[in-house]
């Protein structure tokens, strides 16, 4: 068995490779910079039995980039002591991790929201709407408006730095006219009977306004509407819970497992409350639906 200072010395170097492996598909997705460097990026690639062709055939490949980027780029703005919040990211940490989230609703669109009862038939109507609770850089709000062609997304965000790189994202998108920003506190939505969606990012809000907040999700919704909460996957691996949980404090966010999520929304009102299967690397995902009736 190896001792505590082997054990140590194990996790020092699987640090440093998993870094400068991440770097390496990072380099080679952007395909960028110069030619020797992108060279060697591939070698490490084969090294590693990995086919970029076969692995992102019909995927956006720097998106993929950012997704693999952004967590390096967020603990490097921990270790200087500038992300005690995530207001404290730098503004290339935020917009790699919004084009990271926005990999996401197109693959919600095919494997979860079919699963939800009159969600998907709901998103396709004239008029429709979609709350993006914590928008950030509003990546996410463009990727749900450019999957759903008749769906107006409101993304509201307390952060004014964040909220003026999501403007130039919109701005830059092909759907600003179906996306619109605010600076608003979930905890003081007032908006009845408004929204067929909700997305609700456990990590990224602070306890106290996620509780707060349920309340007026659940009165924001169109009757049957849904909210979908993202959050940590907890109660399997000890380091991966224990990762989860230090992430989520960084981000000055709320750490629920399953149990919880759910709790909180059954506690709030919704009915219907379910986890939802998510595949490895994705967020837990829990879902409840304000009654139709």
């Known amino acids: 068995m190896p001792t505590a200072e082997e054990r140590l010395q194990q996790l020092l170097h699987a640090g440093d490779e998993a870094a400068w492996t991440t770097a390496a598909l990072v380099i080679a997705l952007r395909r960028a910079g110069p030619e020797t460097l992108g060279t060697v990026a591939g070698e490490v690639l084969r090294a590693l039995d990995i086919d970029l062709g076969e692995g992102i055939s019909g995927r956006d490949a720097p998106g993929m980039a950012a997704q693999a980027g952004a ?3 967020q603990v490097a703005a921990l270790l200087r002591g500038e992300a005690d919040l995530w207001a404290g990211q730098s503004d290339e940490a935020l917009l790699a991790q919004g084009r990271a989230s926005a990999q996401g609703p197109p693959l919600m669109a095919r494997f979860v929201f079919p699963g939800l009862p009159g969600l998907l038939d709901a998103l396709g109507r004239p008029g429709v709407r979609m709350l993006d609770v ?3 850089v509003g990546a996410l709000a463009v990727a749900y408006a450019e999957v759903f062609p008749a769906l107006t997304v409101v993304g509201i965000d307390v952060l004014p730095r964040v909220l003026a790189l999501a403007q130039a994202t919109v701005a830059a998108s092909s759907v ?3 996306v619109v920003l605010r600076e608003q506190d979930v905890g003081a939505l007032d908006e009845p009977d408004t929204y067929a969606l909700a997305w609700l990012p456990a990590p990224f809000v602070p306890e106290a306004p996620l509780r707060a907040g349920l309340g007026r999700l659940r009165a924001a919704l169109v009757p049957g509407g ?3 909460v993202g959050h940590g996957k ?3 691996d000890p380091v991966g819970d224990a990762v ?3 992430k989520t404090v960084a981000y000055g966010g709320t750490a ?5 999520a759910a709790a909180l929304l059954s506690g709030a009102g919704f009915d219907d409350v379910r986890n939802l299967p998510t595949p490895p690397g994705a967020p837990a995902l829990t879902a409840g639906r304000r009654s139709p009736s």
Request: proline share 4%; glycine share 22%.
């Open 256 to 260: 629920l497992d399953d149990g919880q």
């Open 176 to 178: 600003a006219d179906r």
């Open 226 to 228: 849904w909210l979908i």
């Open 134 to 136: 914590g928008t950030g």
């Open 71 to 73: 967590p390096i780029l």
């Open 244 to 246: 989860d949980r230090f």
């Open 234 to 236: 907890f109660g399997g």
